[in-house]
């Protein structure tokens, strides 16, 4: 049977990919961006293009809808200007969203919703699982008032479910894409002291966390989407040298990415050891568990295959 679906960041790294394989599985989507309606075909393929949440006030209703909309937390260097554009663009979003959704003549069955990690604040080394205390800081809040406006629905009768992303590794764009020239050229090595957890996930296993999310009637509540197997960055920046055959003697310290980056610096000195716990607690299987595997693939898609 067709599901309709709602999708916000469909045009994003992790987004476009969902639509295909959601329309492979007969879902029919409509994607909310403010890009043009064929720029977002082009994108997302067999899709209808909605530039304003307001078009859908009054909407018969959605099977389900996936909230992934939000500027990219690492593009721009964080003045208070910034911080506001990145929780505008969450936050804002998602209580309209909201708002929207409870004008339909049906709630739909399940909204999820897009967080991060980063909701759990610097850890340090230890484990992380959802039920770890987040550490007060901006990433926090930022997470946790993005993911509270999805919430409210809840309380409407739908089910809830919260993606806690980590950094997205996949071919064609994401962080990866700024990593790999200057590794490429020998100039790779860890940040800082390289200690600091990197809790990383291929966009493939993304992509079927949201459907399995999506498609589990039991699912509910926070969920790490990251990789069961999380490494350090000295671990990261080794792995990343091997697969593209380069060496990486050439850190970047700490004193100096905080001057260049400011407190934006914080995402790659600070991190956590966060594991996928109720996703595999549930039985949900990665298709790329290990790094190298998911560097590999990501390097040279078909290569890897």
Not at 25 to 50: D, I, M, W, Y
Not at 78 to 85: D, T
Not at 212 to 224: D, I, K, L, Q
Request: overall charge neutral; hydrophobic content about 40%; charged content about 20%.
């Amino acid at each position: 049977m067709t599901k309709r679906t709602l999708i916000t960041g469909g045009t994003g790294f992790i987004g476009h990919v969902l639509c295909r394989e959601l329309l492979a599985r007969n879902h029919e989507l409509t994607v909310f961006s403010r890009q043009p309606s064929e720029t977002v075909k082009a994108c997302c393929g067999r899709v209808e293009a909605v530039r304003d949440l307001q078009q859908l006030r009054s909407h018969p209703g959605f099977d389900s809808v996936i909230n992934l909309a939000g500027e990219g937390i690492a593009d721009k260097r964080w003045s208070e200007a910034r911080k506001q554009q990145l929780r505008d663009s969450r936050i804002n979003v998602t209580e309209t969203l909201v708002d929207v959704i409870r004008s339909w003549e049906r709630a739909p069955e399940v909204m999820v919703s897009g967080s991060a990690v980063g909701f759990y604040g610097d850890q340090g080394p230890a484990m992380v699982t959802e039920e770890t205390s987040p550490h007060d800081e901006f990433t926090h809040r930022l997470c946790r008032d993005w993911e509270n406006a999805a919430l409210r629905l809840a309380g409407d009768g739908v089910r809830v479910c919260l993606s806690r992303t980590g950094v997205v590794a996949g071919p064609g764009g994401g962080f990866l894409e700024r990593m790999i020239l200057p590794f490429k050229l020998g100039l790779g090595g860890r940040l800082g002291s390289g200690t600091q957890y990197m809790p990383w996930v291929h966009r493939d296993d993304v992509v079927e966390a949201l459907i399995w999310m999506v498609e589990n009637t039991s699912a509910s509540g926070p969920f790490n989407v990251v990789s069961p197997n999380p490494v350090t960055n000295a671990e990261f920046t080794r792995c990343l040298g091997r697969v593209l055959h380069r060496p990486t003697v050439f850190p970047a310290p700490a004193p100096v990415l905080k001057v260049a980056l400011g407190e934006m610096a914080c995402l790659l000195l600070t991190g956590q050891q966060a594991i996928p716990a109720r996703l595999t607690g549930s039985g949900f299987q990665f298709r790329y568990p290990e790094l190298e595997k998911a560097l590999a693939h990501s390097v040279n898609p078909g290569a890897a295959r």
